[in-house]
């Protein structure tokens, strides 16, 4: 059989190595898998990287999209993937998470009933003013097959009315929906292994055998409102000041150039001079969970990067008022303080005192959502 999945930004890329792998190790008889990369991510740092470290194939479509408002790049995805799709003719479309790649994924396929897996279905943040919200909402109401990472992610399926005993054969309007696990675990526990052996930046960085924090700043109600930059980079200004613990932070593309727009001009001139602050181009997935392993704690307005933290037993302050990923609040690993300073500095005194209390039980799966993946889209074919 035939699937066509769609990447486009760093998470997507990193999510889609887990069932690439898992079909060359394990279904290459069964599925031929062709990779379109929209170029949603057109920072090399951002996309090839990724490409280049995880051992994903090389995509068979690049459709350089780039950056643009929200309309212009997910219509020139769906013109893009549409042409593909007609062309290659596949048994499904892959589509991972809730960027525009995602969405103009599940316009396309559905317009033209290809069906369409959904891998990290069910998600909510429950605030349709971020952009991710919407497309993950709309990707999986138009899925046949939907696979979320979470108990709490198969709840919310349901109670938008999904129904968990439908049986074969699925389509959209009769769709399967299945708790899997995380793709994401799989890859740490994978990636793992193989950046200890390979991954230098702790040197690089002088952080070998240090304490430091680590954090990322991406979002676009964070780098785009003045007042929520300030609170936060205010707050890494004071934590590492009163601290003396170093904190890492890989840029961004959007909060590299912003920060000197939107921060206070006297907060910049003190961030760029405080040397307990290292802002660092973006960095490769094995470099970045080697940090992860390392640090003390995360502040972060990734999902993702909440997860990574979860997964190496770090606690994670969340730089934003809500998560999809409550799991994690619930079980006293995360903080939601949004961009509100004290909140933060709060949630670092309150880490300090609890870190060696903290339990971080297995809630994203086994490591091997990927071949349940695999081996459900064979079954269902």
């Not at 300030?230 to 920060?259: C, D, M």
């Not at 640090?295 to 997860?307: I, N, R, Y």
């Amino acid at each position: 059989m035939k699937i066509v999945t769609i990447i486009g930004a760093r998470p997507q890329i990193i999510k889609a190595a887990a069932l690439s792998r898992a079909i060359r190790n394990h279904f290459a008889k069964q599925i031929k898998e062709i990779i379109v990369h929209t170029g949603q991510h057109y920072d090399a740092n951002m996309s090839q990287v990724f490409i280049d470290e995880l051992g994903i194939p090389e995509p068979d479509y690049k459709l350089n999209i780039g950056s643009a408002s929200h309309g212009h790049q997910t219509a020139g995805m769906i013109i893009g993937i549409e042409e593909i799709l007609l062309k290659e003719k596949p048994d499904y479309l892959v589509l991972y998470g809730d960027t525009n790649s995602t969405l103009a994924g599940a316009i396309a396929a559905s317009k033209i009933h290809i069906p369409i897996v959904h891998i990290e279905a069910g998600l909510r943040s429950f605030n349709k003013s971020m952009p991710e919200e919407i497309n993950r909402i709309m990707a999986d109401h138009v899925s046949t097959l939907l696979f979320t990472p979470t108990l709490t992610g198969m709840n919310n399926l349901i109670k938008e009315g999904f129904a968990k005993d439908n049986h074969p054969p699925f389509s959209a309007d009769h769709p399967g929906i299945f708790h899997c696990g995380d793709v994401m675990y799989d890859n740490s526990l994978y990636f793992e292994k193989i950046a200890r052996d390979k991954s230098d930046v702790l040197q690089r960085l002088g952080l070998e055998n240090k304490a430091f924090y680590l954090a990322t700043v991406h979002r676009d109600n964070n780098t785009d409102q003045p007042t929520r930059l300030n609170a936060i980079f205010g707050a890494f200004q004071e934590i590492t000041a009163s601290s003396q613990i170093p904190l890492v932070l890989p840029l961004h593309p959007r909060t590299s150039k912003l920060l000197g727009k939107n921060l206070d001009a006297e907060l910049f001139r003190k961030i760029s001079q405080n040397e307990m602050i290292q802002l660092i181009p973006p960095v490769s997935f094995l470099d970045m969970i080697l940090l992860e392993k390392n640090c003390q704690l995360l502040f972060t307005d990734s999902g993702g990067v909440q997860k990574e933290a979860y997964f190496f037993e770090k606690p994670a302050i969340i730089l934003r008022s809500e998560t999809e990923w409550k799991e994690i609040v619930e079980q006293g690993c995360g903080l939601i303080v949004n961009a509100h300073k004290e909140n933060i500095l709060d949630a670092v005194g309150h880490f300090n005192k609890v870190r060696d209390s903290l339990q971080f039980p297995p809630l994203f799966g086994d490591g091997k959502a990927a071949e349940f993946i695999a081996e459900q889209i064979i079954s269902e074919s």
